[in-house]
């Protein structure tokens, strides 16, 4: 989901932007609770349910606030999602893409 201030809201009809893409907006910019269940409920679980196939699925989430809103732990409850969180000031060090293949890009 690609995440922007809604003043700044201007989008082109592109052929490639006909794919599976979402855009979310909030007044401020900044991500937020309804945000994140939105995001939790339209892309994570119906990208990810059929795949698992009843299996508990696990979402590495930074630990902003607005992931951790009561709507979005008893949704992730109720779909077999276990959520677990980086510590504080540390998903730069953690996030896999970061350390696994993006680290020599760092060191470049």
């Known amino acids: 989901m ?3 201030r ?3 809201h201007y989008i082109e009809t592109v052929e ?3 794919m599976d893409y979402r855009i979310a907006c909030s007044p401020n910019g900044w991500t937020d609770g309804e945000l994140a269940v939105e995001w ?3 892309d994570f679980d119906r990208q990810t349910k059929e795949k698992a196939d009843g299996k508990t699925r696990v979402l590495l989430m930074d ?3 607005s992931h951790y809103t009561l709507e979005l732990l008893e949704f992730a409850q109720a779909n077999n999602i276990i959520i677990l969180g980086y510590p504080p000031h540390c998903t730069h060090a953690l996030q896999g893409l970061d350390v696994v ?3 020599w890009m760092k060191e470049a």
């Open 2 to 4: 690609l995440h922007m």
């Open 6 to 8: 809604r003043e700044y």
């Open 16 to 18: 490639y932007m006909l």
């Open 40 to 42: 939790m409920v339209e």
């Open 63 to 65: 630990g902003h606030s």
């Open 101 to 103: 293949c993006f680290t």
